[in-house]
């Protein structure tokens, strides 16, 4: 396949960057995954296959063109400067070369006298000012000023590590945000997420089990055969969210906002999903195809039986 029709099926044109084919495949592949066609459906089944190995090569092929691009852009910028460099040194004379490394070695070494002969005269002056201080003040005055500089040195020291251990208590709600994209396999029970951006996210087969995720931002997320059981959803934005086959029993979303996900084939049994925003008026706008809400309480109010 060649880079045009790479970019033509991405959707994308030739001056596109690393960001936006990620983007697109990631808006395709949620598109084609055969995981979202009914099994039966063979001939559909095979269509969205084939049409997802074709949009991982033109992501790939794409990928390789953009980074050959930068790699080549950054080898002409260096051979640029080189050859600047180069044509700098050739335009001076060697009369003029010779009369720069001069002067130049000259100021080096008026430098160095002139650094010497300051730390000379500074170490006598701080000798005689220090002496002249020792007579005039008490013996019992003298150990003070070192008193007070080890009192702020230690303050110093802990304010540094009160700022460090705050910093790290900021960061461990980031990390654990960031380890569901490094660890594919993690077990994730318990996790505090509330209020984490996980938009966009490819979270498919994680164990979320109990995990906090109230208010939590999952618009678009790929959440395939997802582990939910008694998580917190409460405020959720699962806006557009593929929810296939989840488990979701006894989780709790309470005012989430479930317009456009996909949830077929999940287990909402036992799921209090109070309040939650499914539609607009009478139309409900979420796909619940196999759906279990046995005992699930439901966004009325009622007990699904």
Same mark, same amino acid.
């Given at each position: 396949?060649?880079?045009?029709?790479?970019?033509?099926?991405?959707?994308?044109?030739?001056?596109?960057?690393?960001?936006?084919?990620?983007?697109?495949?990631?808006?395709?592949?949620?598109?084609?995954?055969?995981?979202?066609?009914?099994?039966?459906?063979?001939?559909?089944?095979?269509?969205?296959?084939?049409?997802?190995?074709?949009?991982?090569?033109?992501?790939?092929?794409?990928?390789?063109?953009?980074?050959?691009?930068?790699?080549?852009?950054?080898?002409?910028?260096?051979?640029?400067?080189?050859?600047?460099?180069?044509?700098?040194?050739?335009?001076?004379?060697?009369?003029?070369?010779?009369?720069?490394?001069?002067?130049?070695?000259?100021?080096?070494?008026?430098?160095?006298?002139?650094?010497?002969?300051?730390?000379?005269?500074?170490?006598?002056?701080?000798?005689?000012?220090?002496?002249?201080?020792?007579?005039?003040?008490?013996?019992?005055?003298?150990?003070?000023?070192?008193?007070?500089?080890?009192?702020?040195?230690?303050?110093?020291?802990?304010?540094?590590?009160?700022?460090?251990?705050?910093?790290?208590?900021?960061?461990?709600?980031?990390?654990?945000?960031?380890?569901?994209?490094?660890?594919?396999?993690?077990?994730?029970?318990?996790? !505090?997420?509330? +209020? =984490?951006? #996980?938009?966009?996210?490819? @979270?498919? /087969?994680?164990? $979320? &089990?109990? %995990?906090? *995720?109230?208010?939590?931002?999952?618009?678009?997320?790929?959440?395939?055969?997802?582990?939910?059981?008694?998580?917190?959803?409460?405020?959720?934005?699962?806006?557009?969210?593929?929810?296939?086959?989840?488990?979701?029993?006894?989780? !709790?979303?309470? +005012? =989430?906002? #479930?317009?456009?996900?996909? @949830?077929? /084939?999940?287990? $909402? &049994?036992? %799921?209090? *999903?109070?309040?939650?925003?499914?539609?607009?008026?009478?139309?409900?706008?979420?796909?619940?195809?196999?759906?279990?809400?046995?005992?699930?309480?439901?966004?009325?109010?009622?007990?699904?039986?």
């Amino acid at each position: 396949m060649q880079i045009e029709q790479c970019y033509k099926l991405l959707g994308l044109t030739s001056n596109a960057t690393l960001e936006d084919i990620n983007k697109a495949y990631k808006a395709l592949a949620l598109q084609w995954h055969p995981d979202r066609i009914p099994r039966e459906n063979v001939q559909q089944q095979l269509q969205a296959q084939e049409r997802l190995k074709e949009i991982n090569h033109a992501r790939d092929s794409l990928r390789k063109a953009a980074e050959l691009n930068a790699s080549t852009q950054s080898k002409q910028t260096s051979q640029t400067n080189q050859n600047s460099n180069q044509n700098s040194n050739q335009s001076s004379t060697p009369r003029d070369r010779s009369y720069q490394q001069q002067t130049n070695q000259q100021t080096k070494q008026q430098a160095k006298y002139q650094s010497k002969y300051q730390n000379a005269y500074q170490s006598t002056y701080h000798q005689n000012t220090y002496q002249a201080k020792q007579q005039a003040e008490p013996a019992s005055e003298r150990y003070r000023p070192h008193q007070s500089q080890s009192y702020q040195t230690y303050q110093s020291s802990q304010s540094s590590y009160q700022s460090y251990d705050r910093s790290r208590s900021k960061s461990a709600s980031s990390q654990s945000a960031q380890s569901s994209d490094r660890s594919p396999n993690s077990d994730l029970t318990g996790a !505090d997420f509330r +209020g =984490a951006n #996980l938009r966009e996210k490819y @979270l498919e /087969g994680r164990n $979320l &089990s109990y %995990a906090n *995720l109230s208010n939590a931002d999952l618009a678009d997320a790929f959440l395939h055969r997802v582990n939910l059981q008694g998580a917190n959803l409460q405020g959720a934005n699962l806006f557009r969210a593929n929810l296939f086959q989840a488990n979701l029993q006894n989780a !709790d979303l309470r +005012g =989430a906002n #479930l317009i456009g996900a996909d @949830l077929s /084939g999940s287990n $909402l &049994s036992g %799921a209090n *999903l109070s309040g939650a925003k499914v539609g607009f008026g009478e139309k409900i706008m979420v796909k619940l195809t196999n759906v279990n809400f046995q005992g699930a309480t439901m966004p009325n109010g009622s007990i699904y039986s």
